[in-house]
């Protein structure tokens, strides 16, 4: 394992790396390891901080932790909500802003703010044969040639490994609450989660547990607007034919929590498959599933399902518009499958030949974006 | 502004090129006469202009795709183009270019409300996108001020943003996928109405990639419903800076207005005189809009004003209705035009970090005294998006260079304090060969190198973004391989 603790150790690490490296920051996150383990951990600390301008800059080994503490100091989040693996996934170690971006881990606010790639505005990285490079900036609004930082975010360390990346910031709103539907169907929650994305009511949050049932509507502001949404929306859907209630506050917050870290499938066992779908889909590509149990996010447009161990989900699935990610099996399970959805002949063409440009040695995460053909 | 010297053993073969391109094009989709191609002689940048050799207009995607084909073929230059409202001249052709048009591709493919997106052909304008959806109430969020007439091609190609963006983002984060043709003819699919890729993401690449890696002949947009209501404050200061201290004390204290406008005193004064929109005379002006129910903006609007308060605000004016907020915006809206009578302009859209605000524009007005040439500010504060309009004169020989070289240095300076040289038009040719003093050497071939995975022969707009000197080996390897 390698140490780096600096971005010239890192090009100095890159330039003499003969043999594959497993790129890693926190390493919570499940990424199957082949090669030296080349960690940024290392790379730590905020540099820039200025929440006025609603911006912060970090090497990318810094944990989220830190970032979080800073932040809430200000009284401001990051707003797409990364999820945190570790329960899930068994995993121990502190996650790092790198690693969130490396793999545009983002949380159930995502259907409203966007997700991490939205909100990373610049970054320095090392690409496989040691140049520093830096794209995009510490600004909101940035056209200036490519934008490398939307590729880099979601590219699991494959084309380059990142040094420091700078991010959007937004406040933290004073309160949130959420409606909660009982007793709805896959089907009807879908049509409910709709409504209310639909809606002008600015719900941050729509997701559907099937196993008890409930379908909650996350409101976020100021409190009086808060009160004024959640009842706007009680009335909206008041003929869905659910009780309805409201959580409060700190209610909310556990929930969307626990819903963010798929808390229900922590103590489970079996795999656990990330299926990104057009929303009105999700409860027939469940229901085709054969999985054991699943939930539903992003108001329906993500499903979280939980499988017998070496099920192929994708093969159950068949063809279907968005990509199934295979987030928690055994080693042999992953190799098998593999992570990633496979890409349709054109894009995987192109992102293979950027791999090859970037990274022309093969020393990044070798294969793991890649499907087995 | 240098161009590449067309290339004459193409120019040579038109003849040949308009036949093979006419094989495949219904008649009217191929202009080849030499009045008629003057049409495409300039986008919105008209200080520069050039016919193309050959216009073509196709309507479908197989016909793009059977467009780019032959050009590769011929070796011939292809500049895509949408609506050719770019202000930093990313559809000027070259004498040698066939220029692609997708205005003919305008249709609605199919919208779907219950998963909140759009399906266009990339021809259609940005404002009949939301023509399409509003009467179920959603709207299409960027709102680039030339909306009305540019199209959602150019959109993506220069990931445009507009006044809402603090709020809803720039196109690139409301860009679900899209259908693009590479330069070879081979037809892409990339993302869908689904959130997020599932391997590399390759949506955010062709994003704000100038038309240099293919033709984006349709998208999937993300739609969203209207607010209940959306209402702004008007506030005056007498000083700059405080009027950036109040940008930043409003953001930091969890107000997030959907639009932050700031205009200076020579704006100001400039608009007044055009609109008289009845904004007071001081040296900054800040318009903050926020959105929904009338309560919910009363109260956001009550606290801005309070944190206004605090800074000792010249003027404070709060729109209680429809016509008050109409009024308010009036000024802001007429900004460009106001400009426009007293003088030619040009537009800079550097974007710096709000903090360095009073700093860059006292610079800017040092620069204006050395020059000697007048400048407006007007500017998206909430994100630092500036817009300074720098007024000259195109009759006068050498103005143009001496506002060209000024605005050159405003965007030096703009990147100097951590900022960037365009925050929502482009590179295009405009800030092509300032590019260096963004990037270095590498980080300008790392961007390159994306180009040569995408279209290998460099024939996609390909004089376009990065300084010639930086792209010439790629671009003559492209002229040798002919």
Known sequence: MMDITSEDALVDAIKGAGTPLAVQGGGTRGVPKAGTVLSVAGLSGITLYEPGALTLVAQAGTPVADIEAALAQENQRLAFEPMDHRGLLGTTGSPTIGGVMAANVSGPRRISVGAARDF??????????????????????????????????????????????????????????????????????????????????????????????????????????????????????????AEITVSDEHQTAEAW??????????????????????????????????????????????????????????????????????????????ARLGVFHPENAGVARLTSALRAKFDPKGLFNAGLMEHAA | MEMPVPNPSIIARKARVVQRLQQVLPADAVISDEQETRAYECDALTAYKCPPMVAVLPYTTQQVSDVLRICHEEGVPVVPRGSGTSLAGGALPTADCVILGVARMNEVIETDYENRFIRVQTGRTNLSVTGAVEEHGFFYAPDPSSQLACAIAGNIAMNSGGAHCLKYGVTTNNLMGVTMVLMDGEVVEVGGPYLDAGGLDLLGLICGSEGQLGVVTEATLRILHKPEGARPVLIGFDDNEVAGACVSDIIKAGVLPVAIEFMDRPCIEATEAFAKAGYPMCEALLIVEVEGSDAEIDHQLGLISDIAKQHNPVELRQSKSAEESAKIWLGRKSAFGAMGQINDYMCLDGTIPVSALPHVLKRIGEMSDHYGLK??????????????????????????????????????????????????????IEKRDLMHVQYAREDLDAQMSIKDIFDPAWLLNPAKVFPLDASETRRTVMLAAE
């Open chain 1, 120 to 241: 990373l505005l610049g970054v320095r990285f090392v690409d496989g044969q040691g140049v520093v490079i830096k794209n995009g900036g510490r600004v909101m609004k940035n056209v200036t040639g490519y934008d490398l930082v939307k590729v880099m975010a979601g590219s699991y360390g494959s084309l380059g490994v990142l040094s420091e990346v700078s991010m959007k910031v937004l406040p933290r709103p004073e309160t949130q609450a959420a409606l909660v539907l009982h007793g709805l169907d896959d089907a009807a929650a879908v049509r409910a989660m709709a409504a209310a994305l639909g809606s002008p009511f600015e719900v941050t949050g729509a997701a559907h547990d099937r196993a008890c049932k409930k379908t909650m509507l996350r409101i976020e502001g100021f409190e009086t607007s808060v009160l004024y949404r959640l009842g706007r929306l009680r009335d909206l859907l008041g003929n869905m034919g």
């Open chain 2, 375 to 428: 400048v407006g500010n007007v500017f998206h504060a909430g994100d630092g998006n500036m817009h300074p309009l720098i007024l000259f004169d195109a009759n006068k020989p050498g103005d143009l260079e001496l506002c060209e070289e000024f605005g050159a240095e405003v965007l030096k300076l703009c990147v100097e304090v951590g900022g960037c040289l365009t925050g929502e038009h482009g590179v295009g």
């Open chain 1, 257 to 334: 929590t626990a819903t963010r870290d798929v808390a229900v499938f922590a103590a489970a066992k079996g795999d656990v498959w990330r299926v990104s779908c057009k929303p009105s889909d999700g409860p027939s590509l469940a229901a085709r599933s054969q999985a054991e149990a699943w939930l539903y996010d992003w108001a329906g447009g993500l499903i979280w399902l939980r499988c017998a161990a070496g099920h192929d989900l994708r093969q159950k699935l068949g063809a279907f518009a968005g990509h199934a990610t295979l987030v928690r099996a055994d080693s042999e399970t992953k």
